[in-house]
């Protein structure tokens, strides 16, 4: 009883850093040495990696999907300004174009001259049409 005492009490006296150790060095011995309960629980933990590795794969293709969109987004918004500028510049060009001087050196050009005379107003009376 003595003996089973005296291993007792050594047990808490050695240090966290001497457990370390020890937890290490049969770590090191064990790494070469593979038992049939190793086997075991790697084969039972295998559905698991399986599943992390699908969630992994499906994260990766997730981001990659978000950045084509993206990528797709600003395309068409860069695309959206151009249109938008040519749009306005456009605009711009037939509103100056529209303007009575403007058509009136348009037409010079074909040889339709302007009025210089207010159109006249055509009367019509009920018993003429009739």
């Known amino acids: ?32 040495e ?14 698991f990696i399986i599943f992390l590795v699908g969630l992994a794969m499906l ?8 950045e084509n969109k993206i990528r797709s987004i600003e395309r068409m918004e860069k695309e959206l300004k151009e249109d938008r500028w040519e749009f306005m510049s456009t605009k711009s060009d ?14 010079e050009a074909s040889g339709v001259l302007e009025l210089r005379t207010p159109p006249q107003k055509i009367i019509i009376k009920k018993s ?3």
């Not at 003595?2 to 790494?31: D, G, H, L, M």
């Not at 593979?34 to 559905?47: G, M």
């Not at 037939?94 to 037409?107: D, G």
């Open 1 to 32: 009883m003595k003996e089973e005492e005296t291993e007792e009490n050594k047990k808490p006296s050695e240090s966290p850093e001497a457990e370390e150790s020890k937890v290490f060095s049969s770590f090191i011995r064990k790494t070469g």
């Open 34 to 47: 593979v038992s049939n309960q190793d086997h075991a629980r790697i084969f039972r933990a295998i559905p």
């Open 59 to 66: 994260h990766i293709a997730n981001n990659h999907n978000a």
């Open 94 to 107: 037939l509103m100056l174009k529209s303007r009575q001087s403007e058509v009136a050196k348009l037409m």
């Open 128 to 130: 003429e049409y009739q």
